[in-house]
């Protein structure tokens, strides 16, 4: 097995990891448009939001998702990921005070880390992909 095989493969199961995460929380927004507007409201402090604006979020993160997970515009795709996550990631800062009572909260940070790497490294990911980086 040739060094880039293994890279590829490690970072198509980092994208897929990314992407099965990333599509419950975006399917959330859509069947659970109350549950999303409360996450909205707590952790970026944007509340009043009714569900159709979820409903337009939750197909707009699903239609970045796809292109995400089959690699499409890599470039364009991973870096909104990673942007996105990124803000979800901070937003949570007051998790991180109670780190014993949040513990969830901090697999965030791996997956950070997953995003970022995939950015990084996106022309080497090459299984399973449309186009270009």
């Known amino acids: 097995m040739q060094p880039d095989d293994r890279i ?9 990891s990314v992407f099965l995460v ?13 549950h999303a507007a409360q996450v909205y409201t707590y952790f970026y402090g944007i509340g009043g939001l009714g569900p159709r604006v979820f ?36 937003s949570a800062f007051r998790q991180y005070l109670d780190p014993l009572s949040n513990l969830l909260f901090f697999a965030a940070w791996p997956m950070l880390a997953a995003c970022f790497a995939l950015y990084t490294l996106r022309s080497l990911d090459t299984r399973w992909v449309i186009g270009r980086s």
């Not at 990333?22 to 109350?34: F, G, R, S």
């Not at 707009?60 to 364009?76: S, T, Y």
């Open 8 to 16: 590829a493969r490690a970072l198509l199961l980092l994208r897929l």
């Open 22 to 34: 990333m599509l419950v929380w975006t399917i959330d927004k859509l069947l659970n448009p109350a």
């Open 55 to 90: 409903y337009v979020i939750g197909l707009a993160e699903l239609l970045l998702l796809l292109a995400f997970v089959v690699g499409f515009q890599r470039r364009l795709t991973y870096g909104a990921v990673l942007l996105l996550h990124a803000m979800s990631t901070v």
